[in-house]
């Protein structure tokens, strides 16, 4: 064992030990979804674009490296990457997206665009993730996909080029599916118009319209002329830092007595922040400060502290704005004294994890009742002692499932191992040192 967080020679393995207090502004990286849409709209465009603050992780990497492999011209200058202009063409070899479904979703509404054949595929995880949501639309569109469980999965076979623009109402209220049907409608003729149940992430109108794009965006969609294309023109663009990945160290601030943190720079996107909301319902201390809006995205310091918290309800509309901070946010329920209810949040069980069962053993693990649903979680916190600690916790392969478990461990009464935490590398490398810098007293 090595350093206060324990490192294991096996770094597939740490082990977390409870925290006085935690103090500083932690490294966040880059915004993921806006760092994947920076990727591909700047590949599509005139000019050279130069990205600040870009993810460093796994799943933008894999972005890159299909983008490279389809013949965008992309470089690096410092910690700076370099965009150019490039006329995509048909790759050498299948498209590896590695463990990133947004990768593959947008990716695939991309290339049902392109005149020429290419296979996506990624790890034994995102084969197994459903794809239908997508492939139904651009089959509409004209592009011909195939792929493994009876077309609905990973790989991917398509063949693109043709595409007409559809109407096509959503079941759910997904960016994904939005973004993807965006990408293949800028290759496409006629109009485009996707409707959604509930306004899901807006990145991608917002990159777009930066960047000429005309869009009518509505209450309950977006639609589009199809066939534009974005022109950034010569220009740096700004990636604000990922409020998903500033979302562990907000409920460890808010969770651990004492503690006070300042998250810099964080994208504050009205389609993001349900976890703001939910961290207010919780009766978490929580100031935003130099608040200000750089390329049509939002961003603030958000300054968090610890407080007495309360129980609270998740659901609705709300969901599509917080989705992918449910299992940290069980954590801070798990520490408000009461009932907290966690509801409409089925996808999670079609993440790199069953997010739902998984969190819910998290939980179990550290002594706290938690009921699962098939939408959800009833978890009944305990706020008057420590989380149980000794715990052996294997994240499953999944990031934030890893992530959720450390802020838990910062308030168990002893270590906790966890396992699989190379999953973490996806979004948030360096996490753990990061975690470990904070640690005060």
């Known amino acids: 064992m090595s350093g206060r967080l324990g490192v294991s020679a096996d770094e597939a393995v740490r082990v977390v030990a409870p925290a006085r207090s935690l103090r500083g502004s932690p490294a966040l990286p880059g915004d993921k979804s806006l760092s994947h849409r920076s990727l591909m709209f700047s590949a599509l465009s005139a000019g050279t674009q130069r990205i600040h603050g870009l993810s460093g992780g796994g799943d933008v990497v894999a972005t890159e490296g299909v983008l490279r492999a389809l013949g965008a011209d992309i470089r690096r200058d410092g910690e700076v ?47 197994r993730r459903p794809m239908a949501r997508i492939l ?36 759910v209220a997904s960016a994904q599916v939005k973004s993807c049907l965006l990408l293949a409608g800028l290759f496409a003729e006629g109009e485009l118009l996707v409707r959604e149940p509930h306004r899901s992430r807006d990145h991608s109108e917002r990159m777009l319209a930066a960047g000429g794009v005309e869009l009518d965006v509505r209450e309950d ?17 700004g990636v604000p830092a990922d409020i998903s990945a500033a ?6 601030a808010a969770i651990v007595p004492g503690a006070e943190l300042r998250l810099l720079q964080v994208g504050t996107n009205p389609t993001r922040t349900g976890l703001l909301d939910a961290l207010d319902a919780a009766g978490v201390a929580l100031e935003a400060e130099d608040e200000r809006v750089e390329a ?36 801070l329920a798990a520490r408000a004294e009461g009932v907290t209810t966690i509801r409409d949040a089925a996808d999670l069980r079609a993440k790199e994890s069953d997010r739902v069962a998984t969190t819910a053993t998290m939980l179990r693990a550290f002594g706290i009742a938690v009921d699962e649903r098939p939408d959800g979680l009833v978890i009944y916190g305990q706020g008057d002692r420590p989380l149980r600690g000794g715990a052996v916790i294997d994240a499953c392969g999944d990031h934030r499932i890893a992530m959720a478990a450390a802020i838990a461990a910062l308030v168990a009464d002893g270590p906790t191992t966890l396992r699989g935490v190379d999953a973490v590398d996806t979004s948030f490398p360096g996490f753990f040192t990061t975690l470990d810098e904070l640690r005060h007293g």
Do not use: K, W, Y
């Not at 947008?106 to 290419?118: E, I, N």
């Open 81 to 127: 990457l370099v965009v150019g202009p490039a006329e995509l063409r048909e790759a050498a070899d299948v498209l590896d997206c590695g463990n990133s479904g947004t990768s593959m979703r947008l990716l695939a509404g991309l290339l049902a665009g392109q005149p020429f054949f290419s296979v996506l595929t990624g790890d034994s995880s995102l084969r």
């Open 136 to 171: 139904e639309p651009l089959r509409r569109m004209g592009a011909q996909v195939d792929g493994a469980g009876q077309g609905t999965r990973a790989p991917l076979a398509l063949r693109g080029g043709g595409l007409v623009g559809i109407e096509h109402r959503s079941p």
């Open 221 to 237: 969609g977006v639609a589009m002329v199809c066939g534009q294309r974005p022109d950034f023109g010569d220009v740096d663009l």
């Open 247 to 252: 979302a562990f160290f907000a409920v460890a």
């Open 296 to 331: 049509g995205e939002p961003r603030a310091d958000l300054v968090v502290r610890g407080a007495a918290l309360r129980p609270f309800e998740l659901g609705g509309a709300v969901i599509p704005r917080l989705i992918d901070e449910v299992p940290v946010l069980a954590v």
